[in-house]
């Protein structure tokens, strides 16, 4: 009963930590790919915006948020998902990532428990997260996020603190980069345009860091068949377009579900 109880507290804590941290990823899906954007623009400067400045704000009428329209999730509810000051309404990204991070910090304390490689998975899975929305908002799949959740991976599986060993990491990360640069780099010599955008090369090499050789090749059959399906539906309703598609929330999505259902 006591093990049980210290469990169930510690899944309850994994979540009130996971609300939080979603709260983060939404000011860094928010404000990473702007600050990127000004770093690259020689009339901005990249100090007008960071991940901790400006205090939160509302995108529309840019008035600072009261304590009380910050608390996670609790403040979309109580705002009826509008601004306090304009009541324009506030993106559903807001509470939805919120509510992901927290259900993907509880899933791992319930698999993982209080150890290492629940915090490391924990850590990586939040990454992926920030990923998927940053790509399916601005197509966009940052070397910020991915270098570090790939090396991250290979440090934490040569290190003994994952399930993965080191030898399937480096392989994994090495098969999931050429499982999609080398496509995207025959497409690009033979039509001269890029089909695949960098990163997402780099986030399948990260999956493989994580979670071993196996898992490049199931994610990407996975996704890729996920992501044709989701065309196949656009191309009935009339919505198909040749303008490009993020391929990242389907790679990240793909991983972190296996993840739980396999690790
Ligand atoms: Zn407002």
């Known amino acids: ?24 990823l939404n000011v860094l899906i928010h404000r ?21 400045w400006p205090a939160s704000h509302c995108v529309h009428c840019l008035q600072p948020l009261r304590w009380h329209e910050n608390i996670p999730l609790t403040s979309f509810v109580w705002l009826r998902g509008r601004c306090g000051h ?4 506030i993106s559903w990204r807001y509470p939805l990532v919120e509510l992901l991070s927290a259900i993907w910090l ?14 490391l998975n924990a850590l990586a899975g939040l990454c992926l997260i920030a990923l998927v929305f940053i790509d399916a908002e601005h197509m966009l799949l940052p070397d910020t ?32 980069y050429i499982l999609l640069a080398a496509p995207a780099a025959i497409y690009r010599w033979r039509t001269g345009v890029d089909g695949l955008g960098g990163g997402d090369a780099k986030l399948l090499a990260a999956i ?31 919505l198909m377009t040749r303008t490009p598609y993020p391929f990242g929330p389907w790679l990240a999505g793909t991983c972190m579900a296996g993840w739980l259902w396999a690790a």
């Open 1 to 24: 009963m006591y093990l049980t109880l210290n469990a169930a507290f510690l899944v309850i804590a994994s979540g009130l930590v996971g609300l939080c941290m979603g709260s983060f």
């Open 32 to 52: 990473l790919p702007q600050m990127l954007l000004a770093s690259a623009d020689p009339n901005k400067s990249a100090q007008d915006l960071g991940i901790c």
């Open 86 to 89: 304009c009541a324009q309404p």
């Open 106 to 119: 509880m899933s791992c304390a319930t698999k993982w428990g209080l150890s290492a490689t629940a915090m």
């Open 145 to 176: 996020l991915t270098q570090p959740l790939l090396w991250g991976g290979l440090l934490s599986s040569c290190s003994g603190w994952t399930t993965t060993h080191a030898e399937h990491a480096i392989l994994g990360a090495v098969l999931g």
């Open 208 to 238: 493989g860091a994580w979670q071993g050789v196996m898992a490049p090749p199931a994610v990407l059959m996975i996704a890729g068949l996920g992501s044709l399906f989701w065309m196949v539906c656009w191309r009935r309703q009339g």
